[in-house]
T-cell receptor, first 115, second 112 residues
């Protein structure tokens, strides 16, 4: 157990809908990163939040957006869902984003299916 | 574009054998290297990290790093069926914030 939690665990949506995924970081961690992992692929970086500010973004369209709250929990919002958005969405937290030897710890993930 | 390459496998080894998993990366500025284990349907779990050239051992696991060749490997000694999983290599560079790039993973099957 890493102390990182995500909700919901599973979700089914239809194309065009919107979804919000939630993540609570491990105690003492101020950084949250979100990843999308399609079947048979490695995790792809979506974006990172550090102390409530976006701190980096991967190659994902603007319909993927996020928030980080004062308690360092985070949300991932996806608008206008597409079939290709079906994936495991992973949240990872870390304590010092600028420390080169920093590691991050993953939550259990949310599996999203878009029909 | 930063790339992390892994053979997708599956790599099949008998129980008790040494499993060798390999990873190459394209970004010469990479400074931190990680191996994650991911069981089917679960999230990645960190098993090893390595930051300097050479070997790093932790129990049955040994990570090997060669920055000149841009190569990192993971050896699993005395492989057990419970080691059957996908192993993800992740790499991050110096400077800026910590955002690792992941390979697609190598599927390992340890058969009795």
């Amino acid at each position: 157990e890493t102390g990182v939690t995500q909700s919901p665990t599973h979700l089914i949506k239809t194309r065009g809908q919107q979804v919000t995924l939630r993540c609570s970081s491990q105690s003492g961690h101020n950084t949250v990163s979100w990843y999308q992992q399609a079947l048979g692929q490695g995790p792809q970086f979506i974006f990172q939040y550090y102390r409530e500010e976006e701190n980096g973004r991967g190659n994902f369209p603007p319909r993927f957006s996020g928030l980080q709250f004062p308690n360092y929990s985070s949300e991932l919002n996806v608008n206008a869902l597409e079939l290709d958005d079906s994936a495991l969405y992973l949240c990872a937290s870390s304590s010092d984003v600028y420390r080169v030897q920093e590691t991050q710890y993953f939550g259990p993930g949310t599996r999203l299916l878009v029909l | 574009q930063k790339e992390v390459e892994q053979n997708s496998g599956p790599l099949s080894v008998p129980e008790g054998a040494i499993a060798s998993l390999n990873c190459t990366y394209s970004d010469r500025g990479s400074q931190s290297f990680f191996w994650y284990r991911q069981y089917s349907g679960k999230s990645p779990e960190l098993i090893m990290s390595i930051y300097s050239n050479g070997d790093k051992e932790d129990g049955r696991f040994t990570a090997q790093l060669n920055k000149a060749s841009q190569y990192v490997s993971l050896l699993i000694r005395d492989s057990q069926p419970s080691d059957s999983a996908t192993y993800l290599c992740a790499v991050s560079r110096e400077g800026g914030s910590y955002i690792p790039t992941f390979g697609r993973g190598t599927s390992l099957i340890v058969h009795p």
